[in-house]
C-alpha cells in the first residue's frame, strides 16, 4: 500500500516533522515518558482480491510531562519547532482473517490540526474521494458514529487552515481547536477572540481586537494571504496575536531554564554522592539527553553550579559510551576492542 506525502508553500505546510534528530530524540527520549490521549478517528473500508479491509487513522495528542512541555516550548521559541505534539497511527483491519495490522510507523505532527490534515491525506491516497466514519476517539474505530465523505477539497482546506494558524505563530504558543468542519486558533491565554476558519464554506472570520466582541473581517479562506496585506484589520489581529506570542516565547525561555536548574540540582540531591551505575546512570543519560536538547553541549543559559554538575554527569556518560568492549566470532573467539558508538 503506497503512501504519498505532500509538502509545499505556507498554504501547504510540510504536515510531519521531517527533523529526523528531533523525531529520534522524541521516540527515545521523550515519547516513552509521554501520555497518548485519543482525539479523533478516520475510518474507511478498501476492497481488494475480494476481501473487505477497514482502514483506520487514530490522531492522538501527547501529554508530555511538565519539564518536556517547557524544553518543547523552549525549543520552538528558539529554533521555530517544539517536540511534536501529535501522533497518527494507522491499522488495518483484516475482516476475513479478524487480524489487525500497522502497515507503517507512527507519523508524528505538530499540532492536533496538522495530524488530522495527516490523517486526511493518509485516508484519500491518490483517490478523489472516500466516504468516511469519523468523530471524537472514544475507545476504538467501532465507536465513531459520524460519517461524511472525505475529499482532495478537505484536503487542501484543512492544509491552507494549518497554514493560516503558523501565520499566527507556532503550535506550543496556540489555542487551537476544531475537527473536519471548523478550525479555531488565537495565542494562547492572550485576551482576543479566535480566528474561525469555516473548511466547508471556504470562509475565514478574524474577530476585532476592540474592547467589544465582533467581527472585523470575514471573507474567503484561499484569500487570507491577499487580505493579510490589503485589509488594516487583518494586519491588526496579527500585530496584536504576534507580540503576544513573542511575549509568550521570552517567558517560555525563562521558564526552561529555571526548569533545568532546579532539576540538576534536585538530581544532584538524590545521587546524595552516589556512583553513576545502573538506575542512576540510566535516569541521568535521560536528563542529561534533554538538557543538551534544549541548551546545547555546553549547557549555555544555567548558572555555573548547575553548569559545572551536568557537564560533569555528561562527561561521565560520554566516556562510558566510549568504553572498549570485547566481542567474540561465532567460534566465542575475542575479536579486537571496538568503540561503542
Given at each position: 500500500?503506497?503512501v ?16 529526523m534528530?528531533l523525531?529520534r530524540?522524541?521516540q ?12 479523533y478517528g478516520?475510518?474507511h473500508?478498501?476492497?481488494f482480491?475480494g476481501?473487505?479491509f ?7 495528542k501527547s501529554?508530555?510531562?511538565e ?5 518543547s516550548?523552549?525549543?520552538a521559541a528558539m529554533a ?5 505534539s501529535a501522533?497518527v497511527e494507522?491499522?488495518?483491519?483484516d475482516?476475513?482473517e479478524?487480524?489487525t495490522?500497522?502497515?507503517y510507523p507512527?507519523?508524528?505532527a ?6 488530522l490534515a495527516t ?7 491518490s483517490e ?5 466514519k ?8 467501532k ?5 461524511g ?7 487542501q482546506a ?5 497554514g493560516v494558524?503558523s ?6 504558543f496556540?489555542?487551537m481547536?476544531g475537527?473536519?468542519?471548523r478550525l479555531l486558533v488565537?495565542p ?9 476558519m ?5 470562509t ?6 476592540a474592547?467589544h466582541s465582533g467581527?472585523a ?6 484569500g487570507?494571504?491577499?487580505a493579510?496585506r ?6 491588526s ?6 507580540y503576544?506570542?513573542?511575549v509568550a516565547?521570552e517567558d517560555?525561555?525563562?521558564a526552561f531554564r529555571?526548569s533545568?536548574?532546579?532539576?540538576i540540582?534536585e ?5 546524595s554522592?552516589r556512583?553513576?551505575?545502573?538506575h ?12 543538551q ?5 555546553t549547557?549555555?543559559?544555567l548558572?555555573?553550579a548547575?553548569q559545572?554538575?551536568?557537564?560533569e554527569?555528561?562527561l561521565h556518560v560520554?566516556a562510558?559510551n566510549?568504553t ?7 567460534e566465542?573467539?575475542?575479536r579486537?576492542?571496538?568503540l561503542v558508538?
Amino acid at each position: 500500500m503506497g503512501v504519498r506525502l505532500r509538502v509545499g508553500c505556507w498554504g501547504q505546510l510540510p504536515l510531519l516533522v521531517e527533523d529526523m534528530h528531533l523525531d529520534r530524540f522524541f521516540q527515545d527520549i521523550v515519547r516513552p515518558s509521554a501520555a497518548l490521549l485519543g482525539i479523533y478517528g478516520i475510518s474507511h473500508e478498501i476492497n481488494f482480491d475480494g476481501r473487505r479491509f477497514v482502514v483506520t487513522h487514530k490522531i492522538s495528542k501527547s501529554i508530555l510531562t511538565e519539564f518536556d512541555d517547557r524544553l518543547s516550548r523552549y525549543l520552538a521559541a528558539m529554533a521555530g519547532k517544539g517536540l511534536p505534539s501529535a501522533t497518527v497511527e494507522t491499522t488495518i483491519f483484516d475482516e476475513q482473517e479478524g487480524r489487525t495490522w500497522q502497515p507503517y510507523p507512527a507519523r508524528f505532527a505538530a499540532s492536533v490540526p496538522a495530524a488530522l490534515a495527516t490523517a486526511v491525506r493518509l485516508a484519500l491516497g491518490s483517490e478523489t474521494w472516500i466516504r468516511t466514519k469519523r468523530g471524537p476517539w472514544m475507545s476504538d474505530a467501532k465507536a465513531l458514529d459520524g460519517e461524511g465523505t472525505l475529499t482532495q477539497e478537505t484536503a487542501q482546506a484543512l492544509e491552507y487552515a494549518v497554514g493560516v494558524c503558523s501565520q499566527v505563530g507556532a503550535p506550543e504558543f496556540l489555542e487551537m481547536s476544531g475537527d473536519l468542519s471548523r478550525l479555531l486558533v488565537r495565542p494562547r491565554g492572550a485576551p482576543l477572540d479566535m480566528i474561525s476558519m469555516d473548511l466547508e464554506g471556504g470562509t475565514i472570520s478574524v474577530p476585532t481586537t476592540a474592547e467589544h466582541s465582533g467581527t472585523a473581517y470575514q471573507g474567503p479562506l484561499f484569500g487570507f494571504e491577499r487580505a493579510m496585506r490589503q485589509h488594516p484589520a487583518v494586519g491588526s489581529y496579527l500585530a496584536r496575536a504576534r507580540y503576544a506570542v513573542s511575549v509568550a516565547k521570552e517567558d517560555a525561555i525563562y521558564a526552561f531554564r529555571d526548569s533545568a536548574e532546579s532539576r540538576i540540582m534536585e538530581f544532584d540531591g538524590a545521587l546524595s554522592g552516589r556512583e553513576l551505575n545502573g538506575h542512576r546512570l540510566e535516569t541521568a543519560k535521560t536528563l542529561v539527553a534533554r538538557l543538551q536538547a534544549g541548551l546545547g553541549d555546553t549547557l549555555l543559559g544555567l548558572s555555573e553550579a548547575a553548569q559545572l554538575t551536568a557537564l560533569e554527569w555528561a562527561l561521565h556518560v560520554k566516556a562510558l559510551n566510549q568504553t572498549p568492549q570485547l566481542e567474540s566470532d561465532a567460534e566465542g573467539t575475542p575479536r579486537r576492542p571496538q568503540l561503542v558508538r
